[in-house]
């Protein structure tokens, strides 16, 4: 498979990316250039980064909430590099580091699947993803929610995953029954205590957030709990010298959301130990963030499913053992303090949290898009020959074989315009969810009950990503509409009724999102990531702005929309500039309707369809205080159960979207 792939010969340079023979929507991709860098089909970045890395006496790398998402992100130009991509960023920099004679350390906290095609096909998740995700040596890791929701997974995948990196993998809080003993146990390690390179000692925890929606075979201990342990207690206070502790975990940096427990750990750590730097990295809410926690701690969190890799250079840490270069000489280094924000700052001290501030901290972060350009500009400064190393290369070209060979990058069509979620008002045709109303109408069809009007509601949260222009493959499924939601319904309702829901249910609370993957109609309250606000592409008009380069000349940048982060630093965050993308809001839930009369009046009753994620709590609640009494007795299937919120837009695609192809294009070129 792999060789008869690796000879197909090199035909176009133009993006190719099309079903071969096109009577059949359904055929394979023809991947027909012959590429060694990225994916086949990926784009590239046409907006370097603002400069070059400041480089420390410490410096982390840092991914989280990666998603499956190792081939990249194939229809934007911001994030086009692949896991392999990676492999030979992160070798040029583990090189660069050793001639600086500093030390850099790889760090990943969690979530390694449901999000993409490559992670979830497979059963249990992650069988693929993991063993490439693996290519990476990182130093410590943590543990993720979405590691723990299913047993399989928990057990068959992640035994593996822990003994690939031993005590590098931090499971301070939570562990998992050993099949043989009947006993708890933890799933990787509960600390790590070691000495870099260039002679830092470090002391390590990986804390899971308060997660509770784990399955039965694995226990999270609450942080507030896990603290007052002796284990904890005894490896804060350890024997030997400690010169910076590394807090990472799934878990927001920003102690202003309740599911964070960082703010818990550094007042415990700090405590302890006033005089010793703390620093942490987070995830879960996928956004790019930097908080202040106090002169010596701060946090860092990089974003999701591979847009972001995170830069952290740190600097003054006084050790008797370093024998590495403080401020190493040719790179621009860190120089900005950690300085708390005055109210923060007032409570820190009323519980005497300030650490003494015996040494002189610089600290600086970065958030990198995740492009070739970006990574060939901050290891080689160029994307030739010398770029790409032979394991980088393999991760790549093994990549394009597994999504060939677990049909991800099947084509079902040719998206003829970009659908975003929230890059463009409610209502309006670039909107994902205006086209949600057409593709469910069309699709969501019980050929036995095909003319009777129905109204189909789902909620909005069932959305994951935006729908880029280009080929719909099997993948965009995954990325776009993940969960497995069925569709249920209830016959016979009156229309009067049927038609208050709407509006009853976008009054009320916002429904989580739902990581449903059984039959069961009552949401096992699976808090899936919070997904940001935040559309990752856009087709809003490029913003030109002036900005000097280094050489103080000042040149003409084109600034492409994406990441515009804020946080306690400041706005100079991004290592790529990007004009803002503008953000809408949505309501709740989306209403779709069929076969309703044509002269324009209105049904008495319909069937009233809706997932199966909304019905219990939302839409039977809705519809009594409407007069409409109804039970979960009265809740059938109205498309089979293999018919999910997975399936439509798959259905639509292959229907609707045929024009275009083979040469389908992707992305730009949208009003
Ligand atoms: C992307 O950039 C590389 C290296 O500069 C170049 O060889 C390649 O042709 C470009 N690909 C596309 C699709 O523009
Ligand atoms: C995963 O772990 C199981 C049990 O320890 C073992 O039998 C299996 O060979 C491992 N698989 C891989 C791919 O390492
Ligand atoms: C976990 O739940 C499963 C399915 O409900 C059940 O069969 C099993 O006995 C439970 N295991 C434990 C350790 O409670
Ligand atoms: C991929 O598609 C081919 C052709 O339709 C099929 O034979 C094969 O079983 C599929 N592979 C997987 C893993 O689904
Ligand atoms: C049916 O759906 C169409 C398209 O979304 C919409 O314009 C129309 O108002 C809907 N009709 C009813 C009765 O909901
Ligand atoms: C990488 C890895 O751990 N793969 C294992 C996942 O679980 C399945 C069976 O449940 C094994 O066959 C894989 O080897
Ligand atoms: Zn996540």
């Not at 790889?106 to 390694?112: I, W």
């Not at 650490?355 to 492009?371: F, I, Q, S, V």
């Not at 040149?555 to 500039?577: A, H, K, S």
């Amino acid at each position: 498979m792999l060789l008869q792939f690796l000879l197909i010969p090199l035909l176009s340079s133009a993006y190719v990316s099309a079903c071969s023979s096109c009577s059949d929507p359904t055929n394979e991709v023809l991947h027909k250039r012959l590429v060694r860098r990225m994916q086949p089909d990926a784009l590239n970045a046409t907006t370097k980064p603002r400069g070059p890395l400041e480089w420390g006496q410490i410096n982390f790398l840092h991914t989280t909430d990666t998603h499956g998402w190792l081939q990249g992100h194939l229809k934007e130009r911001n994030y086009g590099a692949d896991w392999g991509d990676f492999v030979s960023f992160v070798k040029h920099m583990r090189r660069k580091a050793e001639r600086l004679k500093v030390d850099l350390l790889l760090v990943d906290t969690g979530d390694l699947h449901d999000g993409a095609g490559l992670s979830d096909v497979t059963e249990p998740n992650g069988v693929v993803s993991n063993a490439i995700f693996s290519n990476i040596d990182y130093d410590l890791l943590a543990i993720g929610n979405h590691e723990l929701y299913e047993t399989a997974v928990a057990y068959e995948n992640f035994s593996n995953f822990s003994k690939i990196y031993g005590e590098r993998y931090l499971t301070s809080n939570v562990q998992i029954i050993n099949k043989a003993t009947g006993e708890f146990e933890d799933m990787g390690h509960k600390f790590r205590y070691f000495t870099t390179k260039h002679g830092l000692r470090i002391m390590a925890f990986g804390v899971l957030f308060d997660f509770t929606g784990h399955s039965n075979v694995s226990k999270v201990t609450k942080a507030e709990d896990m603290v007052k342990e002796v284990w904890f207690q005894d490896a804060v206070n350890y024997p030997e010298p400690i010169d910076l502790f590394v807090v990472i975990g799934h878990n927001p940096v920003t102690t202003n959301v309740p599911s964070s427990t960082f703010g818990l750990l550094h007042s415990t750590i700090r405590k302890m130990r006033p005089d010793v730097p703390i620093q942490a990295f987070g995830g879960h809410t996928h956004i790019r963030d930097f908080v202040v926690y106090d002169e010596m701690a701060t946090g860092l969190e990089s974003g999701q499913y591979c847009e972001t890799l995170g830069w952290l250079a740190l600097t003054g840490i006084m050790s008797n053992t370093f024998r590495g270069s403080m401020n190493p000489h040719g790179v621009p280094n860190p120089i900005k303090k950690a300085e708390v924000k005055g109210t923060e700052r007032a409570r820190s001290s009323r519980r005497r949290l300030l650490p003494r501030p015996r040494m002189d901290l610089r600290y600086a972060r970065r958030y990198l898009d995740w492009n070739r350009l970006t990574f060939a500009y901050h290891a080689t400064k160029s994307q030739d020959r010398t770029f790409d190393t032979p394991k980088g290369q393999t991760v790549t070209n093994d990549i394009t074989k597994f999504r060939s060979d677990l049909n991800i990058s099947k084509v079902y069509g040719c998206v003829p315009r970009t659908y975003c979620e929230s890059c463009r008002p409610f209502g309006d045709e670039g909107n994902i969810f205006t086209l949600l109303e057409t593709a469910l109408a069309e699709t969501v069809v019980n050929p036995s009950r095909a003319d009777i009007p129905r109204l189909i509601i789902v909620n909005t949260g069932s959305i994951r990503f935006d729908l880029v222009q280009g080929p719909f493959t099997l993948d965009d499924s995954f990325t776009v509409s993940p969960f497995k939601d069925t569709f249920r319904f209830i016959p016979d309702v009156p229309y009067s009724q049927a038609s208050q829901v709407l509006d009853i249910l976008n009054a009320g609370p916002y429904q989580k999102r739902s990581m449903e993957t059984d039959e069961a109609l009552r949401p096992r309250g699976w808090d899936v990531c919070t997904d940001p606000l935040y559309t990752s592409f856009t087709e809003a008009k490029r913003h030109v702005s002036y900005s000097g380069d280094m050489t103080r000349r000042h040149e003409l940048r084109v600034l492409i929309p994406g990441y515009t982060t804020v946080d306690d630093f400041g706005t100079d965050g991004d290592d790529t500039p990007h004009s803002k993308i503008p953000q809408y809001e949505h309501p709740n839930d989306v209403q779709a309707n069929g076969s309703f009369p044509t002269d324009g009046s209105m049904p008495d009753k319909v069937d009233f369809v809706f997932l199966n994620f909304i019905a219990v709590n939302y839409v039977l609640p809705a519809l009594a205080s409407v007069g409409a009494k109804y039970t979960e007795k009265d809740i059938q299937y109205y498309m089979p159960k293999d018919f999910t919120t997975n399936s439509y837009l798959q259905v639509y695609a292959a229907k609707n979207w045929q024009e275009g192809l083979p040469n389908c294009p992707v992305g730009e070129g949208v009003g």
